[in-house]
């Protein structure tokens, strides 16, 4: 998984940058740097902390010296460069052109409705991409944190299918109300919608650690939550990528349908 990774960086930097150049970016090299850095970083320094505290309690478990440095070489010195690799040759690439012609003066946005609120509406687009895997979920945690096998994997190959299936629908329909409201920001919002789910995620996660596990240490409590996290962040990042990507394909293909006279 860890090289798996490290090698898809120049997909990652080759994705982002024409993403990057077709809303009109023209800093390459800083988007690269983000996509190279931000998530890994962010996994890094949780990890890195909860192997510090590993280590405070001089446990066999902690991951050594030696094993840290070669993540470390694999990210900066295979994965960085690939993702520069890949930004380099997607900038070079001509922009993805607009269906239609954009005005160059912003439209004012009309008063909304209570219920198409930003936050009222991210925190509902939440809810259906967590309860399709919800379920699931429960014997995940089971698996990692009680030691039980999890062996139904085809099942959990197609409850990934409905979650991915789940965040492009609610995502494309409160974009579409939000269109329909004349409110033309639908980009971050499309990202938050879908990757909201991860908020009710971590909850979830909360719920089971009270209700579910006898864990009385702080360090063991810290361990679970700081991992949590980390797998929040990252299923944050994948369903809001899906949300947003079904939004770009959504409005792309309704405005290269209007006819202009």
Do not use: H
């Not at 066999?60 to 030696?66: D, K, L, M, T, W």
């Not at 160059?104 to 936050?119: D, S, T, V």
């Not at 039980?148 to 789940?166: K, M, N, P, R, S």
């Not at 971590?202 to 702080?218: D, N, Q, R, V």
């Amino acid at each position: 998984m860890l090289l798996l990774w490290v090698f898809m960086g120049i997909f990652a930097g080759y994705a982002s940058t024409r993403l990057y150049k077709m809303f009109k970016g023209s800093e390459w090299k800083k988007i690269a740097l983000r996509t190279a850095v931000m998530f890994p970083g962010v996994v890094s320094a949780i990890f890195f902390v909860l192997n510090a505290l590993i280590w405070g309690q001089k446990s066999s478990g902690a991951v050594p010296f030696g094993t840290m440095f070669a993540l470390i070489f694999l990210w900066f010195g295979i994965s960085v460069p690939l993702v520069f690799v890949g930004s380099y040759i997607g900038f070079k690439k001509p922009a993805i052109e607009d269906p239609v012609k954009t005005n160059k003066i912003p439209r004012q946005i009309p008063e909304q409705a209570w219920y198409m609120n930003p936050a009222f509406s991210i925190l509902i687009g939440g809810i259906l991409p967590f309860g399709a895997v919800f379920i699931e979920l429960f014997f995940i945690l089971t698996s990692i944190w009680l030691n039980q096998f999890y062996y139904i994997f085809g099942f959990l190959f197609l409850v990934f299918a409905i979650l991915i299936v789940t965040c492009a629908e609610i995502t494309i329909v409160l974009c579409y109300f939000q269109l329909c409201s004349e409110d033309y920001l639908w980009w971050w919002r499309s990202y938050l919608t879908s990757g909201s789910s991860a908020l009710y995620l971590f909850l979830y996660a909360t719920f089971y650690f009270f209700t579910k596990l006898e864990i009385t240490k702080l360090v063991s409590g810290a361990l679970y939550f700081g991992y949590m996290l980390i797998a929040s962040y990252a299923f944050f990042v994948l369903t809001g990528t899906i949300g947003f990507y079904a939004c770009l394909w959504f409005t792309r293909l309704i405005y290269s349908s209007v006819k202009i006279d």
